[in-house]
């Protein structure tokens, strides 16, 4: 077995389901240099036909993705979230919307690479972690890998599923590096991870952190701290947001009675505000403390070095979360 | 090429099909029945008859809010596109979509959309997907002098033609994009000038005749099929309704003179294309004749099996969302 990137295992999966599949093509901006890393070689491998550069044109390209896939063919659209806006009305108004509008008429298997900058000093402009706007539009799948192997697992899910899928990739986590299995080591020779199937990171019995994304990694590390002081912690990665896995989280919060959410989004309307109203609404009674949402400001990007760290989620806040949780 | 007799026949039978069946749509709102917006096509019905004439089953379009001429040019049931504006379950779209929702995939409709020229995109990834999997279908988009200034259409010429796409830009210029007329929203004289920026030809034809548009797209189509790449037709139109049934309710004030809307109506598309077929001994006039009465016959039935038709059941309402389920 190989230790292998984030965005290593992004392109392969990209790849594989283009050797796969001929009907599988990727179309975005700056591919064939490579400029966001994971289509390095595609143009020589697969031709300039099945790798498109495109213009500057993301409401254009994204409608073309659509549109083709009407017609039998499955795009894998490289963009960055900070993009997604200049294609909003084909992301939502037909995206989300063609296949249930047309009673069932359409299948839509276009696979959304969306690359998550933030805390870079990039400012408001390129740090968008905007996946629960698109929770809150019925019609479109959404993938979180906070790791290298989820990430080639729902990615190759995301390319054979005949919805539209957006996949967000984080930016802190595209350079961290796992063991990936090798195609030859693994059962079925490939590797395929379910949607809406949560990942229980660890186990424990005092307290519940479901990380999304980047904030997976935070929760890890705030549960290594406090493991020192004997607290058990379970940590719980959803890896899609839709569907949701909320039956995994809710038997955890069960046995913990308490739970924090980690995630970089801005916190009003977020993946972790959903959560933790779903496990008030459907978990109240298992309860023993208020729930604690560690997420974003409620604040645009600042670029200054010296205010954009108190932005995010960092280990040290969900430690306190913890603490309050625990009380 | 020329048309034959069966086809100029079937495209009169089409264009009576769209009127009828909108008139049918304005005394269902008129009683109270119909609930939604709806967009007459009166008026236009040459362009979309003219256009799909020169198309095959396996052509794709898609259109826009002023949706039911498109696809009933194309083919489609009118049982179903009637049963579809009244909400019911044997609707195209199951009561899901609406008037501006129609779609029929088995013919290449690839749906009617609410948003003004949000459809341009979709045809221009069609014709992408007949270019890389090596298909010989083309695309055809209608949208209005008001998408024209849309980003999206622009984006989307561009696109076609930078990849020589098999798509043609159907413009249906009726003058107004709601109530805001083309010389106060188009910097230029006719849509069509645009062709020239994308490096495809603009072609601007007269939109009253079908057989005008028909030749048109004939040509367009053909440059398509051999790689040639898009096409952009500005077919001069005008719609004699209001923009949406209703609206004359709600403005306060009028933006087209009587005179204007007079005037347009003397180049009504159906005599127009009525006495072409008869001076050039196409057909006779009680040819023509037996054609309305077995249309009108058709509407009625559409209206009586759209009332017929059940609406869909509660249990319905999550159905249609996935196509690989949750």
Same mark, same amino acid.
């Given at each position: 077995?190989?230790?292998?990137?984030?965005?290593?295992?992004?392109?392969?999966?990209?790849?594989?389901?283009?050797?796969?599949?001929?009907?599988?093509? %990727?179309?975005?901006?700056?591919?064939?240099?490579?400029?966001?890393?994971?289509?390095?070689?595609?143009?020589?491998?697969?031709?300039?036909?099945?790798?498109?550069?495109?213009?500057?044109?993301?409401?254009?390209?994204?409608?073309?993705?659509?549109?083709?896939?009407?017609?039998?063919?499955?795009?894998?659209?490289?963009?960055? %979230?900070?993009?997604?806006?200049?294609?909003?009305?084909?992301?939502?108004?037909?995206?989300?919307?063609?296949?249930?509008?047309?009673?069932?008429?359409?299948?839509?298997?276009? %696979?959304?690479?969306?690359?998550?900058?933030?805390?870079?000093?990039?400012?408001?402009?390129?740090?968008?972690?905007?996946?629960?706007?698109?929770?809150?539009?019925?019609?479109?799948?959404?993938?979180?890998?906070?790791? +290298?192997?989820?990430?080639?697992?729902?990615?190759?899910?995301?390319?054979?599923?005949?919805?539209?899928?957006?996949?967000?990739?984080?930016?802190?986590?595209?350079?961290?590096?796992?063991?990936?299995?090798?195609?030859?080591?693994?059962?079925?020779?490939?590797?395929?991870?379910?949607?809406?199937?949560?990942?229980?990171?660890?186990?424990?019995?005092?307290?519940?952190?479901?990380?999304?994304?980047?904030?997976?990694?935070?929760?890890?590390?705030?549960?290594?701290?406090?493991?020192?002081?004997?607290?058990?912690?379970?940590?719980?990665?959803?890896?899609?947001?839709?569907?949701?896995?909320?039956?995994?989280?809710?038997?955890?919060?069960?046995?913990?009675?308490?739970?924090?959410?980690?995630?970089?989004?801005?916190?009003?309307?977020?993946?972790?505000?959903?959560?933790?109203?779903?496990?008030?609404?459907?978990?109240?009674?298992?309860?023993? +403390?208020?729930?604690?949402?560690?997420?974003?400001?409620?604040?645009?990007?600042?670029?200054?070095?010296?205010?954009?760290?108190?932005?995010?989620?960092?280990?040290?806040?969900?430690?306190?979360?913890?603490?309050?949780?625990?009380? | 090429?020329?048309?034959?007799?069966?086809?100029?026949?079937?495209?009169?039978?089409?264009?009576?099909?769209?009127?009828?069946?909108?008139?049918?749509? &304005?005394?269902?709102?008129?009683?109270?029945?119909?609930?939604?917006?709806?967009?007459?096509?009166?008026?236009?019905?040459?362009?979309?008859?003219?256009?799909?004439?020169?198309?095959?089953?396996?052509?794709?379009?898609?259109?826009?809010?002023?949706?039911?001429?498109?696809?009933?040019?194309?083919?489609?049931?009118? @049982?179903?596109?009637?049963?579809?504006?009244?909400?019911?379950?044997?609707?195209?779209?199951?009561?899901?979509?609406?008037?501006?929702?129609?779609?029929?995939?088995?013919?290449?409709?690839?749906?009617?959309?609410?948003?003004?020229? $949000?459809?341009?995109? &979709?045809?221009?990834?069609?014709?992408?997907?007949?270019?890389?999997?090596?298909?010989?279908?083309?695309?055809?988009?209608?949208?209005?002098?008001?998408?024209?200034?849309?980003?999206?259409?622009?984006?989307?010429?561009?696109?076609?033609?930078?990849?020589?796409?098999?798509?043609?830009?159907?413009?249906?210029? @009726?003058?107004?994009?709601?109530?805001?007329?083309?010389? @106060?929203?188009?910097?230029?004289?006719?849509?069509?000038?645009?062709?020239?920026?994308?490096?495809?030809?603009?072609?601007?034809?007269?939109?009253?005749?079908?057989?005008?548009?028909?030749?048109?797209?004939?040509?367009?189509?053909?440059?398509?099929?051999?790689?040639?790449?898009?096409?952009?037709?500005?077919?001069?139109?005008?719609?004699?309704?209001?923009?949406?049934?209703?609206?004359?309710?709600?403005?306060?004030?009028?933006?087209?003179?009587?005179?204007?809307?007079?005037?347009?109506?003397?180049?009504?598309?159906?005599?127009?294309?009525?006495?072409?077929?008869?001076?050039?001994?196409?057909?006779?006039?009680?040819?023509?004749?037996?054609?309305?009465?077995?249309?009108?016959?058709?509407?009625?039935?559409?209206?009586?099996?759209?009332?017929? $038709?059940?609406?869909?059941?509660?249990?319905?309402?999550?159905?249609?969302?996935?196509?690989?389920?949750?």
């Amino acid at each position: 077995m190989a230790t292998k990137t984030y965005i290593q295992a992004i392109a392969e999966a990209t790849i594989e389901e283009m050797e796969r599949d001929k009907s599988v093509f %990727t179309m975005g901006e700056d591919l064939r240099h490579s400029v966001y890393g994971a289509t390095a070689g595609l143009v020589e491998r697969f031709g300039e036909d099945r790798v498109l550069d495109t213009p500057l044109s993301e409401n254009g390209f994204f409608g073309a993705a659509l549109g083709a896939s009407l017609c039998g063919m499955r795009p894998i659209v490289e963009t960055v %979230t900070s993009f997604l806006w200049v294609g909003m009305d084909q992301l939502i108004s037909q995206a989300a919307k063609m296949r249930y509008m047309f009673g069932g008429q359409a299948e839509l298997p276009v %696979t959304f690479r969306v690359r998550m900058f933030y805390a870079r000093g990039a400012s408001a402009h390129h740090s968008d972690r905007n996946y629960p706007v698109f929770m809150n539009t019925p019609g479109l799948k959404i993938i979180c890998p906070s790791n +290298a192997y989820d990430a080639k697992g729902l990615m190759k899910t995301a390319v054979r599923d005949n919805d539209v899928c957006l996949l967000f990739e984080d930016g802190i986590a595209i350079s961290s590096r796992m063991e990936v299995p090798d195609n030859a080591d693994l059962p079925n020779g490939e590797l395929l991870v379910p949607f809406g199937v949560a990942n229980i990171v660890q186990p424990g019995s005092d307290v519940t952190i479901v990380g999304i994304a980047g904030g997976v990694q935070h929760a890890i590390d705030a549960a290594k701290v406090l493991e020192a002081e004997g607290v058990s912690a379970e940590i719980i990665d959803p890896r899609t947001l839709v569907p949701l896995d909320k039956e995994t989280i809710l038997k955890s919060v069960a046995k913990t009675g308490r739970l924090v959410v980690v995630d970089p989004a801005h916190k009003m309307c977020s993946a972790g505000s959903e959560i933790a109203s779903i496990v008030a609404q459907e978990g109240f009674w298992d309860l023993q +403390a208020p729930i604690q949402v560690v997420a974003s400001e409620q604040v645009n990007v600042p670029y200054s070095p010296a205010l954009e760290p108190l932005i995010y989620p960092t280990p040290s806040k969900v430690v306190a979360a913890i603490r309050e949780v625990l009380d | 090429m020329a048309l034959d007799k069966q086809q100029l026949v079937e495209m009169y039978r089409r264009m009576c099909r769209i009127r009828y069946f909108e008139e049918a749509v &304005i005394e269902i709102h008129s009683s109270g029945e119909l609930i939604g917006p709806a967009h007459p096509y009166i008026g236009e019905e040459a362009v979309a008859v003219g256009a799909c004439a020169a198309l095959r089953d396996t052509d794709r379009i898609a259109g826009n809010h002023r949706s039911h001429g498109h696809p009933i040019a194309k083919g489609g049931d009118v @049982n179903r596109a009637m049963a579809e504006i009244l909400g019911k379950s044997d609707g195209y779209c199951k009561g899901k979509g609406g008037s501006m929702h129609l779609a029929d995939f088995s013919i290449g409709i690839l749906g009617e959309s609410g948003i003004v020229a $949000s459809s341009v995109p &979709i045809a221009t990834g069609a014709a992408l997907a007949a270019k890389l999997s090596k298909q010989d279908f083309v695309s055809l988009v209608f949208f209005g002098d008001g998408a024209s200034n849309q980003g999206a259409c622009h984006e989307s010429m561009n696109m076609a033609s930078l990849w020589d796409l098999p798509v043609i830009f159907m413009c249906e210029n @009726n003058g107004y994009a709601i109530t805001t007329s083309y010389k @106060n929203s188009v910097s230029v004289d006719h849509v069509s000038d645009r062709a020239s920026a994308y490096g495809m030809p603009g072609v601007l034809i007269d939109g009253q005749d079908a057989i005008a548009v028909w030749e048109a797209t004939n040509e367009a189509v053909r440059r398509a099929r051999a790689g040639e790449g898009p096409t952009l037709i500005e077919a001069m139109t005008y719609r004699f309704e209001d923009h949406s049934l209703g609206l004359d309710k709600i403005r306060k004030s009028e933006y087209r003179t009587q005179e204007e809307v007079d005037e347009a109506m003397t180049r009504d598309p159906l005599p127009i294309h009525r006495s072409a077929m008869i001076n050039q001994g196409f057909a006779t006039d009680d040819e023509c004749d037996e054609i309305e009465a077995t249309v009108h016959t058709e509407i009625e039935g559409a209206v009586e099996f759209a009332r017929n $038709s059940p609406y869909p059941k509660p249990e319905d309402l999550y159905e249609d969302m996935w196509a690989t389920p949750v």
